[in-house]
């Protein structure tokens, strides 16, 4: 089985719950467990807010696009913004690091998104933006593979 969506949005905070719940809605096909499609929404709640914060400082002139394929058992998801990108992705991927401590971000996003998915890829360019590619294999694929 293989099926994909695109979705555009003004980088507004309050489009995190739209996208969250659009992309929640478009896995649940493949019939993923409670616990994956929390961690899928999750993982892009803290993309979306990482790109409308971070990357756009919260200019809302900026658009956050997303790509989820699903193949097979696979969730594919690519979240994409042109917002600032990032200057030391090293240092943005440490737990617990945030370029917006004032806002009392818990720089856990990248924490959370390695840990719930089976693949992160970060790509970015300063003043460029931002492409997150994940990866998450559901437990039935994961049943196949063994």
Do not use: W
Not at 63 to 71: K, M, Q
Not at 72 to 87: A, K, P, Q, Y
Not at 91 to 110: C, I, N
Not at 135 to 141: C, D, F, P
């Amino acid at each position: 089985m293989k099926n994909r969506m695109e979705l555009s949005f003004s980088a507004k905070s309050s489009n995190e719950s739209f996208a969250r719940v659009s992309v929640g809605a478009f896995v649940t096909q493949l019939d993923p467990t409670l616990d994956e499609l929390t961690e899928i929404k999750t993982v892009v709640s803290e993309a979306v807010t990482n790109a409308i914060i971070h990357g756009y400082g919260e200019n809302d002139d900026g658009l956050v696009n997303i790509e989820v394929e699903l193949i097979n058992e696979t969730v594919h998801l690519v979240i994409r913004d042109e917002g600032r990108g990032i200057e030391d992705l090293d240092e943005a991927r440490q737990p617990l690091y945030t370029s917006k401590p004032e806002l009392e971000r818990s720089g856990m996003g990248f924490t959370i998104m390695e840990n719930f998915m089976d693949n992160v890829q970060v790509d970015s360019e300063p003043m460029t933006g931002t492409t997150l590619t994940l990866v998450k294999r559901l437990s039935k694929q994961k049943a196949l593979c063994n």
